[in-house]
């Protein structure tokens, strides 16, 4: 009993602050107030209507989106590679794919923007996608080389025996197989880069602002409750995103055991 009150305590105090915002969201004042005097969906309004804040939530789902799929193609071939072939330097590879996660993010952004400044990529669309899936690809790497691990190889073999190339292999016997894993690591690689903040500061212009861009320099700058109408639309989201990766997961898992 007491564990269940600790685990109690523990979800109570990591979900009070996002109830509290999703409440303030709905104020009916210009300031933060708890509890708000009156309830409205003005700020809602106020965010779908601002076409500067409508062009920064674009901007930021074609940088996730070009994103995602980068990282999904080049974190997809290095777990092949890993999995299938043994090269020299492999174990360095490995700690060189995943050292994104490792490596503190103020320090990613100043390296980025060191290399990105003089070739003149800072400000740009494509610098930030090749910079976001810098920080995707360690996930997606992750995530196809454990789903790999549990497939049989003999799988692919006895499909070149029977007449396909390794590639058609790959695209037929492999390719469903890791299909969860795939679909699993971009729904993570696109939240990473919708979320990322640090690096996008180093990287944007004043063109080329991202929705966490935007809400960081209005905090500075001002605030009110358009901050929470948005962050509750982005904490739904991704909560929907998470339980579509949760429903993706069981499936895998039925089709595994059938």
Not at 77 to 97: S, T
Not at 106 to 114: K, P, S, W
Not at 117 to 130: D, E
Request: a positive charge; charged letters at 10%.
């Amino acid at each position: 009993m007491w564990l269940k009150g600790i685990v109690a305590l523990i979800l109570a105090a990591l979900t009070a602050p996002i109830l509290i915002i999703f409440v303030m969201s709905f104020t009916s004042v210009s300031y933060f107030q708890f509890p708000p005097p009156g309830f409205s969906g003005k700020w809602y309004q106020a965010f779908f209507n601002d076409p500067s804040w409508m062009e920064s939530l674009f901007r930021s789902l074609q940088i996730s989106f070009f994103t995602t799929i980068l990282a999904v193609v080049i974190g997809t071939i290095a777990a092949n590679a890993v999995m299938r072939l043994d090269f020299p330097g492999k174990q360095f590879f490995m700690a060189l794919m995943v050292a994104p996660m490792i490596i503190p993010v103020i320090i990613v952004g100043i390296a980025l923007y060191r290399f990105f400044a003089p070739l003149q990529m800072t400000g740009t669309i494509t610098g930030m996608v090749l910079s976001h899936s810098i920080l995707s690809i360690p996930i997606v790497f992750v995530t196809v080389l454990a789903s790999l691990k549990g497939m049989d190889r003999n799988l692919e073999l006895a499909a070149m025996g029977l007449g396909s190339t390794p590639l058609e292999a790959f695209f037929k016997i492999t390719v469903p197989f890791i299909r969860p894993a795939l679909f699993s690591s971009a729904l993570f690689a696109f939240l990473i880069s919708f979320d990322e903040l640090v690096v996008t500061i180093f990287l944007a212009g004043p063109t080329t602002k991202t929705l966490p861009v935007k809400m960081w320099e209005d905090l500075r700058t001002q605030v009110n409750p358009t901050i929470a109408a948005i962050s509750s639309i982005l904490i739904i989201s991704i909560v929907i995103i998470y339980i579509l990766q949760g429903w993706l997961s069981q499936r895998a898992d039925k089709a595994k055991t059938q």
